[in-house]
């Protein structure tokens, strides 16, 4: 069985880091994709930055060059590496693995591509 947990959330003032791990488990990261999502209060979860089969990164317009997603095979682990955090940043952040090894680029933030979800970290930053 799947399972996703997450860490590293916080509170931080605007322009502070976070690096946030989501620990896998269940399956090998390398045959699927990943990514991270964020859900704010009253808005829809959207996708921030994925990897998909091949180790190919893809990020939202909105954290392209503030944030950088890897992954560690040999420990199961996805990480999100978040710089210049903005108030627009705060949101619940959710880890996901996909069942898929050919969707690229863009979809790769589409929610429908992922199985397996996470029960989230709370980033709260403050201005």
């Known amino acids: 069985q799947v399972q996703l947990v997450e860490s590293g959330g916080g509170s931080v003032q605007a322009g502070g880091s976070l690096r946030l791990s989501c620990a896998a488990s269940?399956?090998?990261?390398?045959?699927?994709?990943m990514a991270w999502f964020r859900q704010a209060p009253g808005k829809e979860r959207e996708g921030v930055a994925a990897i998909d089969a091949d180790g190919s990164a893809t990020y939202a317009d909105s954290v392209k060059g503030r944030f950088t997603v890897s992954q560690d095979n040999a420990k199961n682990t996805l990480y999100l590496q978040m710089n210049s955090l903005q108030p627009e940043d705060t949101a619940m952040y959710y880890c996901a693995v996909g069942l898929s090894d050919w969707v690229k680029g863009k979809l790769l933030l589409q929610t429908a591509v992922y199985t397996f979800w996470g029960q989230g970290t709370q980033v709260t930053v403050s201005s």
């Open positions: 269940g399956y090998t990261t390398s045959s699927y994709c």
